[in-house]
């Protein structure tokens, strides 16, 4: 059974930063592709970051060059550094596989930003 648990969020000015943790339990393998995710109010999750098991990663355009995607397959933990945010990055960010695996979701993480 995986188990994916995410902490980090909070409320930033705009221009802040944020560094989100996923911690995995279970099953999940080094080779696994692993993404973050994000909803915001009114609006379909989507795509933010992904990153395979070699370390190449992929962004969406919108956050392309102020997030960094990163993962210790050790721990297992994934992690995503957010830089220079703005306000229309406020949402609930997750965690998952890509593709996703619809039971793998967990509660997600808050980030507020303020203008």
């Known amino acids: 059974q995986v188990q994916l648990v995410e902490s980090g969020g909070g409320l930033v000015q705009a221009g802040g930063s944020l560094r989100l943790s996923c911690a995995a339990s279970g099953r999940i393998f080094s080779t696994n592709t692993m993404a973050w995710y994000r909803q915001a109010p009114g609006k379909q999750r989507e795509l933010v970051a992904l990153?395979?098991?070699?370390?190449?990663?992929n962004y969406a355009a919108s956050v392309k060059g102020r997030f960094t995607i990163s993962r210790d397959n050790a721990a297992p933990m994934v992690y995503l550094q957010m830089n220079s945010l703005k306000p229309e990055d406020t949402a609930v960010y997750y965690c998952?596989?890509?593709?996703?695996?619809?039971?793998?979701w967990g509660q997600g993480t808050q980030v507020t930003v303020s203008s």
């Open positions: 998952n596989t890509f593709p996703v695996q619809p039971n793998y």
């Open positions: 990153i395979t098991g070699g370390g190449s990663t």
